[in-house]
């Protein structure tokens, strides 16, 4: 199979890339190594996982290098690029929807010209806003996105839908709940936290400590990826989750384990985007995917800290 990744450079892209090479997969890989985390990261991501994958450097946003990219034929286009957090979203609401809404826009354009091309896209838990529903479940009614980023990647699924209406495109989006393991972007809470704890720094840690979170082993998602990948048609939603939630607490408390040291506490007020719980319903994943996640958080962050302490 021949896969064009976007976004393939970072920490979800890489692994993916690396896991398709391994089958003996051919893998494209666009990244535009922009400076939301540090460039040298992703390079090390590339020189690590994507040894025998072609990197093409460039923008999402450029039309005629994603039509002429497309272009050349792929049987699965995996579109993992989009400006990241919600936070920062909250900061520049117009360049999340720039990147986010207008370059997927644009690659769904070109992929017009090829409809039998299998259409892989990541959303986001965070498209769930305050649902009080739990566990989250793809048929909830989600109209009310509480941060820019969670309306980007909502409207990125209406379009994708659209898309595949009226063109065919066969088209599955997968909604991420809080992915972690190795090459986790330096500023997500996991890697921030164990670096601040071994550095003897106080944590920022935001509201009563109880907000729950999906916490996702990166080996299970990218499984659900690859199932995604070879199962693709028609136009499906799927959650990846662990289907278990960690309190903000317990994650701190696990951290601090695992650091053998106690976390010190700098705490804030809640932020505003800002959730105050993930919690995937796999069912569906399970059922037509054969998705199966299997990594507890504890598990996670011990190979975490054995990656972080090998780098």
């Known amino acids: 199979m021949r896969v064009l990744i976007t976004g393939g ?18 893998v494209v890989v666009l990244d535009n190594f922009n400076d939301f985390y540090s460039p040298a990261i ?22 005629p290098l994603i039509e002429g990219l497309v272009g050349e034929g792929f049987d699965a ?15 520049d609401p117009l360049l999340y ?15 017009r010209k090829r409809p039998q091309t299998r259409f892989v896209m990541a959303s986001s838990s965070s498209v769930y806003g305050g649902n009080e529903r739990a566990p989250f479940r793809e048929d909830d009614e989600i109209h009310r996105p509480i941060s820019p980023y969670a ?14 209406h ?11 709940f809080t992915v972690y393991g190795p090459r986790q972007r330096p500023e997500m809470a996991i890697h921030k936290f164990v670096a601040l704890t071994l550095a003897g720094q106080p944590l920022p840690f935001f509201g009563d400590g109880e907000t729950r979170r999906d916490y996702t082993y990166i080996d299970d998602i990218i499984d659900g990826v690859v199932r995604s990948i070879d199962r693709c048609k028609g136009y499906r939603i799927y959650n990846l989750g662990e289907s ?26 809640m932020q505003p985007g800002d959730v105050t719980l993930t919690y995937a319903d796999i069912s569906r994943a399970r059922e037509e995917l054969g998705y ?20």
């Open 9 to 26: 450079a970072g920490f979800i892209g890489s692994h993916l890339g690396e896991r398709l090479l391994a089958r003996g997969d051919e």
């Open 244 to 269: 278990q939630t960690t309190s903000l607490s317990e994650l701190v408390e696990l951290i601090g384990q695992a650091c053998g040291r106690t976390p010190v506490l700098d705490r804030r007020p």
């Open 97 to 111: 929807q720039d990147v986010n809404v207008r370059g997927t826009m644009i690659l769904l354009e070109a992929l």
């Open 166 to 176: 009226l063109y065919g495109i066969p088209t599955t989006c997968l909604r991420f």
């Open 151 to 164: 309306a980007t990647k909502r409207a990125t699924e209406l379009f994708a839908y659209t898309h595949h």
């Open 77 to 91: 286009v995996v579109h993992l690029a989009a400006m990241a957090g919600v936070r920062p979203s909250v900061e």
């Open 42 to 63: 992703k390079r090390r991501n590339v020189e690590e996982a994507l040894g025998d994958a072609r990197v093409v450097v460039g923008d999402l946003r450029d039309a």
């Open 292 to 311: 199966a996640p299997r990594t507890t958080v504890a598990e996670g962050l011990a190979r975490f800290m054995e990656w972080y302490h090998a780098r």
